[in-house]
């Protein structure tokens, strides 16, 4: 009697390991296939440990929010809700820390960072900041995103394509000047 209770008890643990995998998985294609899809620009940002593994650490030029209220909390989560501009890029359109039912525009969740009093603005933790690939190509996928400014590669145009749906956002790939990092080191890597 013992053993069917424990056997019981096994097969509980293992439906549910296999049950919240298989939800996160089927809830990020859900977002990629009935999301919005939106730019989102990157900018550089300080140098990485080139052995940290399979991923490169996107900034974004949409990391911050002016806004008078500096009663924010640090790790508070919040709504971001975003819009296209005239170039087709994400930009904020407000932030709150609750779902706001007269603003139509798509939201993503995010954490709140630090408040700067001197110039009212709250930097926003962006949760969709890592793009993971082959490890041999994510430290040089990664000095691609992060030249600096004054080079002549700096015209390159870096964007995440990022799929956003009800408070849910998934990084689907990154393009420099139109083309997936992936294709653009790959061909990098061959000129040399």
């Known amino acids: ?11 509980i ?5 296999l049950f919240i995998p298989t939800q996160m ?12 899809i939106y730019k989102f620009k990157t900018q550089p940002m300080d140098p990485s440990d080139p052995f ?8 974004y030029e949409i990391d911050t929010f002016k806004t ?11 709504y971001v809700y975003i819009e296209t501009d005239s170039l087709g890029y994400s930009k904020i359109d407000q932030i709150s820390r609750t779902i706001l039912d007269d603003n139509k525009n798509d939201y993503f969740l995010a954490k709140a960072g630090w408040y700067s009093k001197f110039d009212h603005k709250l930097n926003i933790k962006i949760p ?12 040089d996928a990664e ?20 799929y956003v749906k009800e408070g849910e ?3 689907n790939d990154v393009l420099v000047d139109g083309m997936s990092i992936k294709d653009f080191v790959e061909r990098e890597s061959e000129k040399h």
Not at 1 to 11: E, P, R
Not at 150 to 161: E, H, K, P, V
């Open 169 to 171: 956002a998934v990084l």
């Open 52 to 59: 940290k593994g399979k991923y490169i650490n996107l900034n």
């Open 13 to 17: 643990v293992v439906v549910a390991q």
């Open 128 to 139: 969709f900041n890592r793009f993971y690939m082959e490890e041999t190509k994510a430290y």
């Open 68 to 78: 008078p209220d500096s009663s924010w909390q640090r790790n508070e989560t919040i």
């Open 1 to 11: 009697m013992k053993t069917i209770h424990l056997f019981i008890i096994f097969l």
């Open 25 to 36: 998985i089927l809830n990020q294609e859900s977002v990629l296939k009935y999301g919005t």
């Open 143 to 162: 000095v691609v995103t992060n030249r600096p400014q004054n080079t002549t590669d700096s015209l390159l145009t870096t964007y995440a394509l990022v």
